[in-house]
């Protein structure tokens, strides 16, 4: 945990529980692994999105964690479309599906210190945003703050629910991420957002096939690895 791309990432503490009730029922059963996909996908459920099947049988890593893994294995915030698309069709993923999977932005937050750069560099001047929208951004997380890292900006307008609002804010002008921004207007990626923003069955359809390439993409199975008895240790 100690990269900052894993910064977002919190209530770890209920995934312990979760394994806790789990490992009482059926010890050294289910993994980690498995338990953080079925929490991920029951997010996306109850926030209105997709219910995804989801293959199950992954094992933990025996390995302690690794914050230069996560460095490198995990997109950095400042990701522009090309390396975007290269990131995830180098996974399987399609064109099609490499634009629905950036549509999970549609739910949460964004730190501030991840759009820093693209604000107030002006060697970086993004001409795809709305005027308004940029001043909203730039008021929200001022150049130079010393809270940059807790200090956030809504994905609005839907925040807690899973809908194609991502795509319509995206063409609107209102991306928060340099990916957000750039998306609907690449040549090979427009096409897709013009679909979503247009047809959420069809972004739920493409994001859930999406989402169950990225959870079985190599993982640990059968005799490898470990299923481990707390998720926050090895055992």
């Known amino acids: 945990m ?13 995934v312990n529980l979760l394994k806790s009730v789990v490992e009482a029922q059926c010890p050294q059963q289910v993994s980690c692994a498995d338990i953080l996909i079925l929490a991920a996908r029951e997010a996306i ?5 997709p219910r995804i099947d989801v293959p199950l049988g992954r094992r933990d890593s025996s390995n302690p964690p690794n914050s230069s893994l996560a460095d490198t294995s995990l997109p950095p915030s400042n990701l522009g479309v090309n390396d975007m698309l290269k990131l995830f069709t180098q996974k399987g993923l399609s064109l099609e599906e490499s634009v629905a999977i950036n549509g999970a932005h549609t739910l949460g937050i964004t730190h501030c ?16 945003n709305e005027h308004e929208f940029e001043l909203y951004l730039k008021l929200s997380c001022p150049k130079g703050s010393l809270t940059s890292n807790v200090s956030f900006v809504l994905n609005e307008p839907t925040t807690l629910t899973f809908d194609n609002h991502y795509f319509i804010n995206a ?11 750039e998306i609907p207007f690449h040549p090979l990626t427009a096409p897709y957002v013009q679909r979503f923003a247009a047809d959420q069955d069809a972004f739920f359809k493409a994001f ?19 299923i481990r008895r707390y998720c926050n240790a090895l055992s």
Do not use: C, P, W
């Open 171 to 181: 063409i609107n002008g209102r991306g928060v991420l340099r990916i957000d921004a």
């Open 2 to 14: 100690r990269s900052s791309r894993n910064l977002g990432i919190r209530k770890r503490e209920v």
């Open 45 to 49: 459920s109850v926030s209105g999105g």
């Open 208 to 226: 859930s096939s999406a989402f169950v390439k990225l959870s079985t993409y190599g993982v640990l199975t059968g005799s490898q690895g470990m």
């Open 113 to 128: 210190f991840s759009i820093e750069s693209r604000l107030y560099d002006e060697s970086k001047n993004d001409e795809h």
